[in-house]
């Protein structure tokens, strides 16, 4: 199963959110989640949104993951094991469930839904969240699979 991930903060320090979009090998949206978080900065909502995504994708019995996340700073510490203290007892219990596991880069332009995800739970009460099996019907843009993107810089 596929997780991408986006964290959003308005301000740094500021409300945060996460987002988390979990695909199958066809592109078809699993499952979808958004969380609201605590006051925190940009790479505090990034790690919290991948330790979250590997939590729910096992509660669903998904084992063999791919995290995709538009930081690349998230997928270095993650692969390289240097994530944040407070997350850390978490993700040593995701560890020990997941058979295998790998991290890559995405461009944020072709990592749409979990971006708006994200975006769309930083500006409510912290700890709220919503859940979808499938994809909600309010996510009118998404990335299509096998669709080729482009980065004009």
Known sequence: ?????????????????????????????????????????????????????????????????????DSLSTVTSFSSGAIPWELQSRWKRCKQKITSIRFTHIWREANISADTLAKARAALPVDDFLFFVGKPAWLLKWECPFEHFSRIC
């Open 1 to 69: 199963m596929k997780l991408n991930i986006d964290g959003a903060v308005f301000g740094s320090p500021g409300p945060s959110g996460i987002g988390i979009c979990c695909r199958d090998s066809e592109g078809e949206f699993i499952f979808t989640f958004c969380k609201r978080l605590t006051n925190g900065t940009i790479d505090r909502a990034e790690a919290y949104a991948v330790v979250e995504g590997i939590e729910i994708a096992i509660s669903r019995g998904f084992y063999h993951l791919w995290v995709e996340s």
